[in-house]
């Protein structure tokens, strides 16, 4: 009986990649996670802006609503907060104007609720990706009127 060689054979015929070869590979995907990473991230900041605005609109809507049953808008010190629950002394309240709690901006951070505006009755702040009053680009102030 002749012994069975095969199983050496096919050993010496599957090589693995060599050091040299996964180092390329590593340096290749580094490259690429160095282009595609600050243009993703980008994505990310234009996206909570875009949320932002969306979300100020809709706590915009439900403000008005607000106006619309109780003849104005809520004081600075009831805050948005009175969309959702329903401030002591306030007729005609007929909420809660929110399906769910006031959210927070795309930062994490609560929205200002200022009365009266800038330009009007009121308005809605998101202080942007910085935190602070002002800016530019993603982290300038995020305003709704009304």
């Known amino acids: 009986m002749k012994p069975n060689n095969g199983s050496?054979?096919?050993?010496r015929?599957?090589?693995?990649?060599?050091?040299?070869e996964l180092l390329v590979v590593l340096?290749?995907?580094?490259?690429?996670?160095?282009y595609v990473g600050p243009k993703l991230f980008s994505q990310v900041d234009k996206a909570k802006v875009k949320s932002t605005e969306?979300?100020?609109?809709t706590l915009g809507d439900a403000a008005t609503q607000y106006r619309l049953d109780t003849g104005r808008y809520p004081t600075a010190d009831e805050g948005l907060d009175a969309l959702v629950a329903q401030p002591q002394g306030t007729d005609g309240w007929n909420g809660p104007y929110l399906a769910k709690a006031v959210p927070k901006d795309g930062w994490g951070r609560a929205y200002q609720w200022n009365v009266p505006g800038r330009d009007g009755e009121a308005e809605i702040v998101s202080l942007?990706?910085?935190g602070r009053v002002g800016g530019s680009g993603i982290d300038?102030?995020?305003?709704?009127?009304?």
Do not use: C, S
Request: positive net charge; proline residues 0%; without cysteine.
């Open 27 to 34: 340096l290749i995907i580094a490259l690429l996670a160095g």
């Open 13 to 20: 015929g599957q090589q693995g990649f060599t050091l040299l």
């Open 54 to 57: 969306a979300q100020m609109k």
């Open 8 to 11: 050496r054979t096919k050993r």
């Open 140 to 146: 300038a102030d995020l305003v709704y009127g009304m």
């Open 128 to 130: 942007g990706r910085d």
